[in-house]
């Protein structure tokens, strides 16, 4: 089996052992979940290889419209990542992510929890709007009539709302929440081509992954993004024996933490811990040298204040630990 590594300070940059033999695979699934959780595999594929597969959306609808499955973000897989022990550092580069139908739904009603208890009282009557995807110009475009938003068209955006490995303890999780093992954290820069990284807590790592939104702002502060199904490709590495304890990810520009927890200040802590492991660890910075650096150059997202647990994300500019030069 050809094992994908990292190097320290360049954790984006995938390497194959010279010689390795890599696999596409092509997976319709037949089934789905709406618990994350050690499941009979649906699939079995090495570091290296590349899954092509698709999802449904939040409500169990597939790419002609059809309600499929029941809804609650229901996830396809498990994929059983070989030689993925507990321990390990389970790696996915999210190579694509494209909508596969012509309409998307979201909802259209604040959620009472994130404004004032006061005014909560004053919102209206939650109703479904629907979008058009023009797929050629990347664009989604309201077509339930809001008085207002006549024509109004976003820039598509497309991420994965809710994804992750089986969680420790024999646990499983709702899609409708998060944790340690990932989940539903309904972050928006979870998008084609970010590197993710979840720890590894059972034999095989077991990957889930649904829930695709065609755009959604910070927060999912109406419960919902613009729900739709996805064709999805996606590049599985692993590192072996490296541990790390909340889901991360990079971009060009960040290396992010995801923080799963309510209330929100917990979650934020979970988040800005593990980025100063990370940073300890790869960089080869002390903790108060961490805390400098972050100190004056950290940002912060919110990921999501819907669910039963909130996500913050953690955010470290690569601009500035490059400049360090002696890192890690």
Request: charged fraction near 20%.
């Amino acid at each position: 089996m050809t094992i994908l590594t990292l190097y320290s300070r360049l954790p984006d940059s995938l390497l194959l052992e010279e010689g390795g033999r890599v696999t596409t695979h092509h997976f319709q699934p037949t089934h789905y979940h709406t618990a994350i959780a050690a499941h009979e595999p649906v699939l079995r594929v090495a570091a290296g290889d590349t899954v092509i597969t698709t999802t449904v959306d939040a409500g169990g609808r597939d790419a002609q419209g059809d309600a499929v499955t029941p809804g609650g973000n229901p996830q396809t897989g498990p994929f059983f990542i070989e030689g993925a022990e507990p321990g390990d550092t389970l790696v996915l580069r999210l190579d694509r992510l494209t909508p596969n139908r012509d309409t998307g739904v979201s909802a259209t009603v604040l959620a009472p929890n994130v404004v004032d208890p006061s005014f909560a009282r004053e919102l209206p009557e939650g109703q479904p709007a629907e979008w058009r995807i023009d797929h050629g110009g990347k664009t989604a475009t309201l077509a339930t009539p809001v008085a207002g938003l006549a024509g109004f068209t976003l820039p598509l955006a497309t991420m994965l709302g809710c994804f992750g490995v089986a969680p420790p303890r024999g646990q499983a999780i709702s899609t409708a929440t998060s944790a340690e093992h990932g989940g539903n954290m309904d972050y928006r820069g979870f998008r084609e081509g970010v590197t993710v990284y979840l720890p590894v807590f059972v034999p095989g790592a077991l990957f889930h992954l649904g829930d695709g939104h065609a755009v959604q702002g910070d927060g999912e502060i109406v419960g919902t993004g613009i729900e739709i199904s996805l064709d999805v490709q996606f590049t599985v590495g692993l590192r072996k024996g490296k541990r790390i304890g909340w889901p991360r990810g990079e971009n060009d520009d960040y290396l992010f933490t995801a923080g799963n927890a309510r209330p929100l200040d917990q979650a934020l802590q979970h988040a800005t811990t593990e980025m100063v492991r990370w940073l300890r660890d790869d960089y080869g910075l002390e903790t108060r040298a961490a805390s400098t650096l972050l100190g004056q150059c950290v940002e912060y997202e919110v990921g999501n204040v819907f669910d039963p647990a909130y996500t913050m994300i953690c955010k470290a500019p690569k601009r500035v630990l490059n400049s360090l030069g002696g890192g890690g």
